[in-house]
Each structure stands twice: as structure tokens, then as C-alpha cells.
């Protein structure tokens, strides 16, 4: 089986629950192709996951066959969510980097010596 993360969003659920990251994925096994959607809270052991198709179909139930493990993806999910944050923090350093390059550039002082004349 193989999952590849698609998207990644955190929801805070509110403000007394506790959040959560919503991951949508394939999984390939058997060279089906399978579109899914994982809750993932930050306690280890606690994912759910369910069939996005079998979702739009009006099927929640395990009886009709949207049942899946969540400890079975629960390893990749959760690399794949802390590899969505590292590609965003390197994306956020690099347009910073950017920006600053341009206000040096116009003459605009940046950074801690802005402060000190």
C-alpha cells in the first residue's frame, strides 16, 4: 500500500476542543486507486479515516464497507503532515528572504538595525 498526501489543513475545532488535521490522500494498493480523507488528532492512536467517493455517496457506515484502520495510515499521515509544515515554514523563509532582498534593494532599511538610528 502506498499513500500520497494531497492536502493538509488544521482545524482548531473551535475554541475548547481539541484540534485536529484534516489530510486528504490517496492510498494505491493493488494498483487501485482509492481517494480518502483522515481525521488526525495530536494524541498517538487517535486517527480516523474514511473514502471520499463512499463520503459523497451517503455512506458513513461501516456496514456498507467505509471502514479502514486508522492505525494502518496512522505512520504515514502523520510524516506527511509534519513534511507539509516543514515545506511551509521553507516557503515562509524563503518569500521573507525575498521581501527583505527587494526592500534593501529600494533602500528600506529591514531587520533588528531598523530600530536603532
Known sequence: MRVEIKQVAYHR?????????????????DRKRRDMMATV???PGHVAVLDR?????????????????GD??????????????????????????????RARQAGVVTGPRAYCR
Open 13 to 29: 475545532n473551535g475554541v475548547c476542543g481539541e484540534g485536529f488535521h484534516v489530510v486528504l490522500f490517496t492510498m494505491v494498493e
Open 41 to 43: 488528532f495530536d494524541k
Open 53 to 69: 467517493n463512499l463520503l459523497g455517496q451517503g455512506e458513513v457506515t461501516m456496514d456498507e464497507g467505509n471502514a479502514w484502520r
Open 72 to 101: 494502518v495510515f496512522e505512520e504515514d499521515l502523520r510524516a506527511g503532515i509534519a513534511r507539509h509544515y516543514a515545506m511551509e515554514r521553507m516557503a515562509d523563509a524563503s518569500r521573507a528572504r525575498r521581501a527583505n532582498r
